[in-house]
């Protein structure tokens, strides 16, 4: 099963031209995360209003899944709670658990990435960015 050329083209837009690339001045939160199997590194930086994500940025020296996952989580997360960013991302995480094609509504835009789970050395590819945005939820708790 091949991935649909619609999907491989949104990917391939979103690797080549991110949205919300770069990193942010004066963050309230940054994390860091780092894939040792291809070597993929990324930084998410995040500002905070009143617990709503303002503004996003995630800097990536990386494959292009790993670029294209970064670019349209940031897109997804704008203007969310950090606690709804989380909660995507858990839903994301299981999505590319399942065996079945089926997603959340929430996770539509993301059907390209979740496309590409049968290729199972890719998800830590895909999860880089969502990684950083988990450990960045963990460190508003504290």
Not at 2 to 19: F, G, Q
Not at 61 to 81: D, F, H, N, P, V
Not at 92 to 115: G, M, N, V
């Amino acid at each position: 099963m091949t991935t649909p050329s619609i999907y491989r083209d949104l990917l391939l837009e979103h690797a080549r031209h991110p949205k919300n690339s770069g990193r942010l001045e004066s963050p309230d939160l940054r994390a860091s995360a780092f894939n040792p199997l291809c070597g993929d590194e990324l930084e998410l930086t995040l500002t905070l209003s009143e617990g709503t994500i303002q503004d996003c940025k995630a800097q990536v020296r990386g494959c292009s899944i790993c670029q294209a996952s970064a670019s349209m989580m940031s897109e997804l997360i704008l203007t969310k709670t950090l606690q709804e960013a989380a909660n995507i991302s858990q839903v994301f995480t299981e999505s590319l658990q399942k065996d079945t094609e089926e997603i959340a509504e929430s996770l539509d835009s993301l059907r390209p990435l979740i496309a590409l789970k049968k290729h199972r050395s890719r998800i830590k590819c895909m999860k880089l960015a969502w990684d950083a945005l988990e450990d960045c939820a963990r460190q508003n708790q504290t």
